[in-house]
């Protein structure tokens, strides 16, 4: 592929001009990290802040990509555009990221209106966390309105990517209450909308009121929005009118309230955060070498010294 | 409760004296982390370095919990002493841990050889990673012979959590290839032995047919380890035996063949690279305070400035 070499620059610009081949390519590099990330990061930044994103998440098999697909075909019949970030649990080891949702989308595959991308990122822990907001920018840059990140609702990264958006949609289906797998209260703190999908299904009413109660039980102040509990059934496409209503109300309340300007402010300070750290733990690894190293990981090894005081030991060499 | 107040190493000694309270009580403190979680990893690390570290995985509702519960039953059978840590997706916001899996292990409860316990983190990312081979250790230090570490299989920090263990088990069902969100790759890499839970429901053989190809398709060597695939009914303890007879056989084999060695050694490497990077993350977090910080903030927040630049504004301040 020609885009191999392109500069990132060059390929920015064709992305702004709608060329998808250099706006995947951009996302690769985002995927992928190092200098060509940055690089990307810069060039977005100046041109974001006018997309509004959207988090979806929930339980394996609840159904979130046939609802984010039916969502597409809803935005589309007015020719609204629409980007989709699917996060793939991503294996360490191997890099390997499941396609199934991006699979499952392949309808919306040729419409250039609709721009869906799976993310996985290879090695070290909480690649996820920087990565999906560098893409949600360049996505943002390049001029689409909305963009829907789609997280799997277990694991700690994945619930707390998909908490970091403007508007957060919890998808659960009736019978979720007597799962006690699910991580209720994590989803219940970041829920801006409950969608119950498969909700011709029996027990849509046992778990209405499940999540009623539960809201009750939440400390939401008299005048905040109190996230509703809409039934759906997203393979015949009833309730996704009134669900993407929702997601357009609540923009709207928290435009109004100021809400919306200080979710971004605080998700500017904790990428801040996140990329000084991830920062010091390059230079962690840096210092994770050579001959000193080898000598304390072999104390720690046979017991002689414990993990904590050879860190301390690890870090005076900067100073620490 | 006086443990409240007593001094960590008291408490240690105490647990090593089979108090089951005290140990509970330090295990409060390893998930907490900070200062009272580092003196405890003082004291066990010394006498650790025993005990066989099992870790188990898969999706959720894959009946972990009802293996896990029918392995303490084959055990206990014997007088082995067992301790199995729990780990819940914890939440970001409220610190929430469901119960679930102890609520489900209750029937051994009272049985003094066995201790189960359910782990979460508050806070930051990645505290899962750190706390779990502490509580590991703990356990190891006041004398439990063998450790069963439980995750959910989805997620990123719960699946390498589940592979840095001497044997590392993966739970799976009889119609799992179908499900294209599991997290297969990253599943198939750390696995030493495959179970096949549930294995009276049908596609029993299939399941066996698609890890077999998967198999084939990985790099094994020559003469590696071949990781069984074993049918289980966990609810009925069938299979189980022959499970345990695998997880022994393969502790055989990485012993014999230098091998475990090998696996600890790594675990201390990756170990100590976190705790570094954790404690320049702690540094991260004390820089990120005061004007400096929240005019950067705002300049982002403007997209005035990016982000990355401004934490190389940050990172002036320590050298970096």
């Not at 990061?41 to 006018?50: E, I, Q, V, Y």
């Not at 360490?92 to 419409?111: E, K, N, S, Y």
């Not at 970041?190 to 029996?202: L, Q, S």
């Amino acid at each position: 592929m020609a885009n191999r070499n392109r500069p990132v620059a060059e390929l920015f610009g064709a992305a702004c001009d709608g060329d998808r081949a250099a706006l995947a390519r951009l996302l690769s590099l985002i995927e992928r990290g190092g200098d060509d990330a940055r690089e990307v990061s810069r060039l977005a930044h100046p041109h974001s802040g006018n997309a509004y994103l959207v988090g979806l998440t929930g339980a394996p098999g609840s159904g979130k990509s046939t609802l984010t697909s039916a969502t597409i075909a809803h935005l589309r019949a007015t020719q609204t555009e629409v980007a989709v970030l699917a996060i793939d649990p991503s294996s360490p080891f191997t890099g390997g990221a499941i396609l199934g949702d991006r699979v499952r989308m392949q309808d919306h595959a040729t419409d250039p209106g609709v721009f869906i991308r799976s993310m996985a990122t290879r090695g070290h822990l909480g690649g996820l966390s920087l990565a999906t907001p560098e893409a949600a920018r360049l996505l943002d840059a390049v001029g689409r309105p909305w963009i829907i990140v789609e997280t799997v609702g277990v694991g700690q990264v994945e619930v707390e990517i998909a908490g970091k958006a403007d508007t957060t949609v919890v998808v659960v289906n009736p019978g979720w209450g007597d799962s006690v797998q699910a991580n209720k209260a994590g989803l219940m703190e970041i829920a801006d909308i409950f969608v119950i999908n498969k909700a011709d299904r029996k027990g849509l009413d046992d778990t209405r009121r499940d999540l009623e109660q539960m809201l009750e039980l939440s400390d939401l102040a008299g005048d905040a929005w109190r996230p509703p509990i809409l039934p759906m059934v997203a393979t015949t496409g009833e309730g996704v009118a009134e669900y993407w209503q929702a997601v357009v109300d609540h923009r709207a309340a928290i435009e109004a309230s100021g809400e919306l300007a200080r979710r971004r402010q605080f998700r500017v300070g904790e990428e801040l955060r996140e990329i000084v750290a991830r920062r010091l733990e390059l230079r962690a690894r840096e210092l994770a070498t050579g001959e000193r190293w080898n000598q304390l990981q072999l104390e720690v090894a046979d017991h002689r010294l414990d993990p904590w005081t050879a860190a301390d030991e690890m870090l005076d060499g900067i100073g620490g």
